[in-house]
Each structure stands twice: as C-alpha cells, then as structure tokens.
C-alpha cells in the first residue's frame, strides 16, 4: 500500500509539472458553465485529486481523496469510455446512482485519460450543483482533446526523464572510461616502470649468467606485461572511446618501419621463416608505429596458429592510390563459424588454442584499419590463412 502511495505521489508531481493544466480547468469550466473541475488520477484501488479548479467550495483539495466506489470514475476505468450527464433528475441511466446524490450534482462530465501505451491514467472530470447542456459535440470535442493532450504531456515527460537518465549514465560512462584509462596508462605502467628498473639495478648488482638467465626471462614477461596494457589501452580508447588516435605523416617508404617489425618478432622467434615481399611504388599517408603495430599483430598470429616451421610470407604494395599488407602462413583453416566474429575484442582465431593472449589483438587490427579509412579482409581454407589490410595510401 505503501508502494502505490508513492506512485500516486509521483503521478501528482508530474500533472503538477504541466504548465497547460491550470489553464484547461479554467477553460473547461467558462466553456461549460461549470464550477467545479479536477483532473484524477484513478486506479483499481484509488481516486486521488491531482489538479482542482473549485468555485463552489466544494471541498476537495489537490491530493485529496475520494472512495473509488463512490465515484463514476470507477466505471469509467472500467469501461474506457466518458460519461456526460446534462441533467440528472432527467438522465434515464444516472438518475438514480448514487453518486450524483451522495456528492449532490446535476451536471456531470468525466473524459478518460490515456496514456500513449494504452493505459489508463485517469480523468478530466467536471461538475456543478446545476443542470447545464454538455452533450453538445463541441464540449465533448473540447473535453476529449484536453483530455488526449495531458496523456501526451504525461509521456513526453517521461520522454525526458529517460533522455535525462540516459544522459546521466552516458556522463558516468564517460568518467568511468577516463578513469579505466588513467589505471592502465599511470597506475599500471608506473609500477611495471619500477619494476624494469629493479631489474636494471640488479643486472648491475649481479652479473653472473645464472642472473642474467632470470633477468631475461624477467624481462620477457615485462614486455609481454607491456604488450597486454597497450592492448587494452587500445581497448578502452576504441571501444569505450573515439577510437585509435593517430599521428599521420609521409612516409617515402615504410620498408624500414616493416623490417625492423619482423626482426623484432625473430629475436623472440628465431626459429620461425618470414618472408618479406616489398612492392613499394609510392608514398604513404599512415601512422608509421601504428602501422607498425597491426603488422606485428598480424604476424604474432600467423606465429601462434600457422603451421610451426613452415614460412610466412609478409607482402606490402602501394600503388595506384592504395596501400595494401598481407600476412599469409600455412595450417588448418580458421573455422567458418569464428569468421564473423573475429574482429570482436576477446575473441581467439582458433578457440582458445595455443594464444596466451587477451584476444585483443584482431580487434586493435581492425580499429587501426578503420582509423585509416580501410579494411582488413580474411581467407582461410585448408593450405593457407591471410589476413590483408587495403587502405588509401593518401598520395
């Protein structure tokens, strides 16, 4: 009970919020002759007054309350349709209800309010003590449509209560973002800073093989640490973000930038071939260490699900205004039903098998593409995966 009170409470705020409300209780009563108009708020269980023009003193205050039984309210909830009673010692139905005598009118107009989902709300009622003419169709007209027009007011505040809501969690989303970020550009790289440095310091302390044996190891799971957080900084700004921010300049040609990518990868796999094919005719548009990047991430892949020691081949082109990389290596295919999915964040090319990584990384590749106004397409069958990056090279 105590629950319906305060939608109830709820429902009287928001009638209290229509600035026309006053004015159509006045209109309704100059154009009736009537004394008395509310507008209420009617449920299976209550009548309550939630906005009241009175000029015949009687009675019934904004919040006040009426035995739902005792009124015609009720079956006019009931029914979803108005009632008008012109005179009612005269009316053949109401003449002898109850209502007209226990609250002593003659004339009597009620006109359902709905809202947009076809709920009822409840009514724009008036009465007096006197007979008058409301059946006239203008009246009813009038009625109906001040009646449709509180419905509709009701509803775009609740419009704007849910743009406020969704504009407030936007707003926390937001920080939320800056806040994600802050931790994995300061609160995580700070410690893994330090870190990097003990490990400085103790090489220094230390020199022997045996430490410098852990030292290294150390040192690889700093850098693999290292590659996660900028995996998901990636995340969070593409995804959460405005997406991968770039730094664009001209390059004559990104040779430089692409071999020193794979000898990069050799050192961590030198058992590994990587052929790399070069048909660089023009200048290139492009972040160079984002380009740099998505390379990486490409051949890292092809390193982790291609058949082990059989080669990849690397082969980047530009020419005719664009700018294309292919990875392709040699192993089973991608399954057809991973494809569609890919480039999701956290999603494995193979399942779950043999990466130790986030399943970030075709995700970055794809953000990386995009930011430059490209693509990047996959072909799998039984011989050969390849992953290809087309993009304008902006000459």
């Known amino acids: 009970m105590h629950a319906m009170s305060d939608l109830i409470a709820e429902d009287m705020e928001a ?38 023009r009175d000029e015949i003193a009687f009675g019934l205050e904004v ?30 139905i109401f003449h002898n209800h109850h209502t007209p005598r226990l609250y002593g009118f003659e004339s009597y107009i009620s006109i359902p309010i709905f809202r947009r989902d076809g ?5 724009l009622c008036a009465l007096d003590p006197l007979p008058a003419k409301l059946s006239d169709p203008g009246i009813v007209a009038t009625f109906e449509n001040f009646a ?27 920080l939320i973002r800056e806040r994600f970020i802050a931790i994995l550009g300061h609160d995580l790289r700070n410690p893994l800073a330090a870190v990097v440095s003990g490990m400085r310091l103790l090489a220094r302390m230390d020199p022997s093989p045996r430490a410098a044996l852990v030292i290294e190891k ?47 990868l050799q050192i961590v796999h030198p058992e590994a071939s990587i052929d790399v094919i070069l048909d660089l005719e023009e200048p290139i548009i492009c972040d160079i260490s984002r380009i740099s990047q998505l390379l990486s991430n490409l ?3 092809a390193l982790v699900h291609g058949t082990p020691n059989r080669p990849i081949t ?21 399954a057809p039903e991973l494809v569609p999915t890919l480039f999701e964040p956290f999603t494995m090319a193979n399942g779950n098998e043999r990466g130790n990584g986030l399943g970030l990384g075709l995700f970055i590749v794809s953000e990386i593409a995009k930011a430059h106004g490209g693509t990047v397409h996959v072909s799998s069958d039984r011989n050969l995966t390849v992953f290809e990056l087309s993009m304008p090279s902006g000459s």
């Open 314 to 334: 690397v082969h980047a082109r530009s020419g005719q205004g664009r700018f294309s990389l292919s990875i392709a290596n040699e192993g089973g295919p991608i």
């Open 218 to 264: 150390m040192g690889q799971s700093t850098r693999r640490i290292e590659m996660l957080i900028d995996d998901l900084l990636d995340f969070a700004r593409g995804r959460l973000g405005d997406g991968v921010f770039l730094d664009l300049q001209t390059t004559d040609s990104l040779e430089a930038p692409v071999r020193e990518v794979i000898e990069e």
């Open 119 to 123: 709920s009822f709300f409840g009514t």
């Open 148 to 174: 449709r027009l509180i419905g509709l007011q009701l509803d775009l505040q609740d419009d704007l209560h849910r743009k406020e809501q969704e504009l407030a969690n936007a707003d926390r989303s937001a």
């Open 63 to 92: 919040g006040g309350s009426l035995d739902l039984k005792t009124t015609i309210c009720d079956e006019i909830r009931d029914s979803g349709t108005g009632v008008i009673i012109d005179h009612v010692a005269l009316d053949p």
């Open 15 to 52: 009638v209290a919020r229509i600035d026309a409300v006053p004015s159509i209780l006045e209109i309704a009563c100059r154009i009736t002759g009537l004394r008395f108009a509310a507008v209420a708020r009617v449920t299976s269980t209550s009548w309550t007054a939630c906005a009241v």
């Open 299 to 301: 051949v890292g892949n």
